[in-house]
């Protein structure tokens, strides 16, 4: 469903002719349902790649399809259509939910903007259906981010991504930035609702025991290459 074909990616350094070449040749598969575990070091590409696939940057040079449509060929209405299919999950999403903005306001501006449920009565509605779906109480639609605990607010983020009815999350880092106590929590709110709406995970983290636990195959960068890929077993007993 989400195939990335010889990915490059330079950027320019300041004031001078040479480039960083942050991805070097990477080139992925993901199918309906499954987790496809991205690790590797700080400065190894995982953002990078993580922008190509979501279209947020251009690469160099390479094709990003879903569901055989090269997303880096698209622009205005049909590049945001495609977009909304792939939803982007950030480590800390405290840093992406507008502070000024009750929970269940956030919800429904995303509800808006896409056109979805309706009038608002039907956006209200679902925006009850989304904060139980990621386990919240929906009263919670009242309250605002920084009166969320970390782990609310990642459900709220969640809940925001899965609001535009993605059929690929990216998920960067999702639980890095929670208490030890409520990752797990968060892990397996993710792996339910991966089963439960036949969700496609990209799962990105430096931390290899994280994603092991999750994904069905592993795919290990280093300097902007994908130098490991398989299942988790046969990757990790290597490195
Ligand atoms: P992480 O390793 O946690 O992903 P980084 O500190 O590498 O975070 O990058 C944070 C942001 O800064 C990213 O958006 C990345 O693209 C950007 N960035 C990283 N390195 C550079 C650089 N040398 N010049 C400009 N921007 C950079
Ligand atoms: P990771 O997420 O694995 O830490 P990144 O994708 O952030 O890796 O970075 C990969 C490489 O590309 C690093 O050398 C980083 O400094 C460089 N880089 C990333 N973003 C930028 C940018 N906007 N400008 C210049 N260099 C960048």
Same mark, same amino acid.
């Given at each position: 469903?989400?195939?990335?074909?010889?990915?490059?990616?330079?950027? &320019?350094?300041?004031?001078?002719?040479? *480039?960083?070449?942050?991805? +070097?040749? !990477?080139?992925?598969?993901?199918?309906?349902?499954?987790?496809?575990?991205? !690790?590797?070091?700080?400065?190894?590409?995982?953002?990078?790649?993580?922008?190509?696939?979501?279209?947020?940057?251009?690469?160099?040079?390479?094709?990003?399809?879903?569901? @055989?449509?090269?997303?880096?060929?698209?622009?205005?209405? +049909?590049?945001?259509?495609?977009?909304?299919?792939?939803?982007?999950?950030?480590?800390?999403?405290? $840093?992406?939910?507008?502070?000024?903005?009750? *929970?269940? +306001?956030?919800?429904?501006? !995303?509800? @808006?903007? #896409? =056109?979805?449920?309706?009038?608002?009565?039907? =956006?209200?509605?679902? *925006?009850?259906?989304?904060?139980?779906?990621?386990?919240?109480?929906?009263?919670?639609?009242?309250?605002? &981010? #920084?009166?969320?605990? @970390?782990?609310?607010?990642?459900?709220?983020?969640?809940?925001?991504?899965?609001?535009?009815? &993605?059929? *690929?999350?990216l998920l960067d880092e999702p639980v890095s930035a929670l208490d030890v106590s409520v990752r797990a929590e968060i892990m397996n709110l993710l792996d339910d609702l991966r089963r439960d709406l036949r969700l $496609?995970?990209?799962?990105?983290?430096?931390?290899?025991?994280?994603? =092991?636990?999750?994904?069905?195959? !592993?795919?290990?960068?280093?300097?902007?290459?994908? %130098?490991?890929?398989?299942?988790?077993?046969? %990757?990790?007993?290597?490195?």
């Amino acid at each position: 469903m989400l195939r990335a074909t010889n990915l490059t990616k330079e950027y &320019p350094v300041r004031g001078g002719e040479n *480039v960083v070449q942050a991805l +070097a040749g !990477v080139s992925l598969e993901l199918g309906e349902g499954e987790t496809l575990g991205i !690790v590797g070091e700080s400065g190894s590409g995982k953002s990078t790649l993580a922008k190509l696939l979501v279209r947020l940057e251009d690469p160099t040079s390479g094709t990003v399809e879903l569901d @055989g449509v090269d997303l880096t060929k698209l622009r205005g209405k +049909a590049l945001r259509e495609q977009r909304q299919r792939i939803q982007m999950l950030f480590q800390d999403p405290y $840093s992406s939910l507008n502070p000024r903005q009750r *929970v269940g +306001a956030i919800l429904t501006e !995303v509800l @808006g903007v #896409h =056109r979805l449920a309706g009038d608002a009565r039907g =956006r209200a509605r679902r *925006v009850g259906e989304l904060l139980e779906l990621v386990g919240l109480d929906p009263r919670l639609a009242q309250r605002y &981010p #920084h009166e969320l605990s @970390g782990g609310q607010r990642q459900r709220v983020g969640i809940a925001r991504a899965l609001a535009v009815e &993605p059929k *690929v999350l990216l998920l960067d880092e999702p639980v890095s930035a929670l208490d030890v106590s409520v990752r797990a929590e968060i892990m397996n709110l993710l792996d339910d609702l991966r089963r439960d709406l036949r969700l $496609s995970y990209v799962f990105i983290s430096h931390d290899v025991s994280m994603v =092991r636990h999750i994904s069905d195959r !592993v795919a290990v960068l280093y300097l902007g290459r994908v %130098v490991e890929l398989g299942d988790w077993k046969s %990757v990790l007993d290597q490195s």
